[in-house]
């Protein structure tokens, strides 16, 4: 069975991804979602073990002395960090798994799996994004100034293969749909058949 694709998906905080990849969720079958851990505290809605495994500091830093973490990264005041077995469980069993994370953590993953897929997911400005950050209404003035302040110095990231532009949530998610279908078709995955049909 052929293995699946690890989509590492970064982009502002309030760019849209979360929304994005629910949609993408929606679309296909074959896709699932890495919980990462976090020592953010939850937000109104936010479902431990699905929107992410929240823990304490004491405990994030006891899973990353257990190398139980892919890669981590500190954002703006807390940490985050991906469960490195779920990955390469789901990956084993044909799954394209979706990465959430930001740049930092993209780029540990990136030098640990070179054939991940690395997409970066913009909001159409930077006014927008401000826009959406403050309608979501989930952080403090002084977060949101944090969070934008990062999403100016991540948009010098330049090892992206894709960039997704969030206008509309229908075409991101298609989009992104697109990219794991094309990454399926590449030669290198399918030179087997060639064989097989010789
Ligand atoms: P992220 O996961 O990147 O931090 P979210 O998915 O939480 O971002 O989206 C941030 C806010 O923007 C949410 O309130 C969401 O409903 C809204 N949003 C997402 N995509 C769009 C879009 N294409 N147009 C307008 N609003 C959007
Ligand atoms: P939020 O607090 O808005 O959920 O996420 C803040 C930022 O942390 C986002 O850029 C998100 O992509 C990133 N993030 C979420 N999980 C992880 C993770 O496991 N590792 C890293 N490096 N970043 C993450």
Same mark, same amino acid.
């Given at each position: 069975m052929p293995k699946g694709k690890l989509l590492v998906l970064s982009g502002p905080s309030g760019a849209g991804k979360s929304t994005v990849v629910a949609r993408l969720m929606t679309m296909r079958d074959d896709v699932c979602f890495s919980?990462?851990?976090?020592?953010? *505290? #939850?937000?109104?809605? &936010?479902?431990?073990?699905?929107?992410?495994?929240?823990? /304490?500091?004491?405990?994030?830093?006891?899973m990353v002395r257990d190398n139980a973490l892919l890669e981590h990264a500190?954002?703006?005041?807390?940490?985050y960090g991906t469960p490195r077995d779920y990955v390469a469980q789901k990956l084993d069993t044909g799954m394209n798994?979706?990465?959430?994370?930001?740049?930092?953590?993209a780029k540990q993953v990136m030098e640990k799996a070179p054939d991940a897929i690395?997409?970066?997911?913009? *909001? #159409?400005?930077?006014? &927008?994004?401000?826009?959406?950050?403050?309608?979501?209404? /989930?952080?403090?003035?002084?977060v949101i100034l944090g969070r934008l302040q990062r999403a100016r110095e991540e948009y010098h990231a330049?090892?992206?293969?894709?960039?997704?532009?969030?206008?509309?949530?229908?075409?991101?998610?298609?989009?992104?749909?697109?990219?794991?279908?094309?990454?399926?078709?590449?030669?290198?995955?399918?030179?087997?058949?060639?064989?097989?049909?010789?």
């Open positions: 919980v990462s851990a976090t020592t953010r *505290p #939850p937000r109104p809605g &936010e479902v431990d073990g699905v929107n992410y495994f929240f823990v /304490t500091r004491e405990r994030f830093d006891e500190e954002y703006v005041g807390n940490c798994v979706i990465l959430d994370i930001e740049v930092q953590g690395p997409v970066f997911l913009m *909001p #159409p400005s930077l006014l &927008e994004l401000e826009r959406r950050l403050r309608a979501r209404g /989930t952080e403090s003035e002084a330049d090892f992206y293969d894709y960039i997704v532009i969030n206008d509309n949530v229908e075409t991101a998610a298609r989009e992104l749909d697109a990219i794991i279908t094309a990454a399926h078709c590449a030669y290198d995955d399918r030179k087997n058949i060639l064989k097989e049909v010789e």
